[in-house]
């Protein structure tokens, strides 16, 4: 069976039909790490920005790369580097 054309949500603008869902639409998500990732939201506009997503948070990544402007990171990596100065000064 060939189902190839039918993966995916089907794109078309019959689906988007202005009056139906006035307040429910597909918007665009722009995390300040650059990952951009489409939801559906009553969120108005068509772009929502925020600072951290699941692409970049280190709880989900394990990873310390992003950019974090409100310095929110930095100062949990701060107690981290402390947490484990002192964890290193107890031996
Ligand atoms: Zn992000």
Redesign the pocket.
Known sequence: MNQTAQTGPVKGSFLMKEGIHPDYHELTVA???G?TFKTRSTFKGNIMRVE??S???PFFTGKQK?IDSAGRVERFQRKYEKFEKDKAAKK
Do not use: R
Request: hydrophobic share 30%.
């Open positions: 995390c300040a790490c990952h951290i997503c692409s970049c948070h992003l």
